[in-house]
């Protein structure tokens, strides 16, 4: 069975100020993927990355960057100079290799960048 | 261009009634999935279904019936509806590769309010 764990329920920063959302994944998949998708307040959900089980590079784009840590199982999402914009409901996701192995996700991390 | 569309965007509606969202997808993929949201943001995969064939029925109750008269659309029909039917559903797209891994693009959502 696969699981995704964000464990933050509500984050709440001042803008500029960096951030970090965790996401914490269970699975007894050997190929899997992981994904990061925001939904802001004005309700689309927005695809922002998608990670497989065999690259642990981290990325960044902008401010954006995503640590995996396969050791750890856990995918986190940093957010650097954070801006008012970035306040979003934001979901971990997993998805296995196999053949109809459903999309899971976490129950989303509210952030809140105030001015 | 919109990439997936969904329509209505709100929906009102009176315990009992039957209603229909629709879907449609701009992006030559081959697989479509419909989510509910409920009101705690949680979001969770109800059907999916790759080049007109349904491919996952996650225990939906059958008063839900999607239909896809072609790959570029799913539509879902809910009869009898009930108060806990109320929720955000999402329309989502993506292209198929064996599996569930391919980044999945949503509609914007039609939230269903049953009085």
């Known amino acids: 069975a696969q699981k995704v764990t964000q464990a933050q329920t509500e984050i709440s920063v001042v803008e500029k100020e960096d951030v970090t959302l965790d996401c914490v994944y269970e699975t007894r998949d050997t190929t899997y993927y992981l994904f990061w998708y925001k939904q802001p307040p004005s309700g689309e959900l927005v695809f922002l990355i998608r990670r497989n089980s065999f690259d642990e590079q981290n990325e960044i784009s902008g401010r954006y960057s995503w640590n995996f840590q396969k050791s750890t199982s856990s995918f986190n999402f940093t957010i650097t100079a954070s801006q008012v914009v970035d306040s979003a409901v934001y979901f971990c996701?997993?998805?296995?290799?196999?053949?109809?192995?459903?999309?899971?996700f976490g129950k989303g991390i509210t952030l809140s960048v105030r001015p | 261009d919109t990439a997936v569309s969904q329509t209505p965007k709100y929906l009102v509606t009176q315990m009992g009634n039957d209603k229909s969202i629709k879907c449609e997808q701009n992006l030559g993929h081959d697989t479509m999935y419909w989510y509910k949201q409920d009101s705690k943001k949680f979001l969770k995969i109800m059907f999916s279904y790759n080049n007109k064939e349904l491919i996952i029925n996650e225990t939906v109750p059958n008063r839900f019936s999607p239909k896809s008269p072609d790959k570029a659309h799913l539509n879902l029909h809910i009869n009898s509806l009930e108060l806990g039917d109320s929720a955000v559903y999402f329309c989502?797209?993506?292209?198929?590769?064996?599996?569930?891994?391919?980044?999945?693009?949503f509609g914007d959502g039609t939230r269903l309010s049953i009085l």
């Open positions: 989502a797209s993506s292209q198929w590769a064996g599996a569930f891994n391919q980044p999945q693009h």
């Open positions: 996701a997993l998805s296995g290799g196999g053949a109809n192995s459903k999309l899971t």
